[in-house]
């Protein structure tokens, strides 16, 4: 079973210029989370999907920062413009809630944005 | 409002020794609590989780931990630890918002 993938893996651009990252959930993942992990830190939630309505983005930035999940699958978190205290890692996890609130998040390998 | 607080940034250890890895957490309702490793350019991926029954519970790789609801802690241990097993460990705990909250983390190095 193919993980959680997210491109790209690395990116690097000049401040103020605006950058998207892509995330593909495990096949039948429902929930779908966006997380920003900033060096030395535990990652902490952006944005959580629920197929594809936003049920809690209380933690994200909306004058720069915006998601979208189309059709309940795919999504893509984008910045616009960058600021250089956006360099992080963001990451993005899946997990099917069919148990309740402790369904396991599935992780994938995050992007690592720096902004110069 | 939750927290978790992992007290050691770093641990090392020697091939082949035992380790602990601390987390506490602060919380006024039930929780749910997890382990998580993250190795080097990798996502994070689920080592075990407490969600309730037995308070001792084993993962993978080896590893366990055990819930203590007096001393609102839920440590990490192994036995015998290898070189594979140097990385970065995260606490996390839900109280059934479907949120997170993860601990800073503990940088574990396993020496030869």
């Known amino acids: 079973e193919a993980g959680v993938v997210q491109s790209p893996r690395y990116k690097i651009i000049e401040k103020k210029q605006p950058v998207a990252f892509w995330c593909n959930p495990i096949?039948?993942?429902?929930?779908l989370y966006w997380y920003l992990q900033n060096l030395g830190q535990g990652p902490e939630l952006l944005i959580r999907?629920?197929?594809?309505?936003?049920?809690?983005d209380s933690q994200l930035p909306k004058d720069r920062f915006s998601a979208e999940r189309l059709k309940g699958v795919d999504s893509t978190l984008k910045i616009q413009p960058a600021e250089l205290g956006d360099s992080a890692v963001y990451l993005c996890?899946?997990?099917?809630?069919?148990?309740?609130?402790?369904?396991?998040?599935?992780f994938g390998p995050g992007t690592r944005l720096t902004v110069l | 409002a939750q927290s978790v607080t992992q007290l050691d940034s770093q641990v090392p250890v020697f091939e082949e020794a035992p380790v602990e890895l601390r987390c506490n957490y602060s919380s006024s309702v039930s929780v749910y609590l997890f382990w998580y490793v993250q190795y080097p350019n990798q996502g994070l991926q689920l080592l075990l989780k407490y969600l309730s029954g037995s308070t001792l519970v084993k993962g993978i790789n080896g590893f366990e931990a055990e819930f203590n609801k007096s001393q609102t802690s839920f440590h990490l241990r192994k036995p015998s630890v290898h070189i594979s097993d140097t990385a970065e460990y995260f606490c996390?705990?839900?109280?059934?918002?479907?949120?997170?909250?993860f601990g800073t983390g503990t940088r574990l190095k396993v020496l030869a």
């Open positions: 096949s039948g993942h429902n929930t």
């Open positions: 996390a705990v839900s109280s059934g918002t479907y949120k997170y909250i």
């Open positions: 996890a899946s997990s099917y809630s069919g148990t309740g609130f402790a369904d396991t998040q599935y």
């Open positions: 999907y629920e197929n594809e309505e936003a049920v809690d």
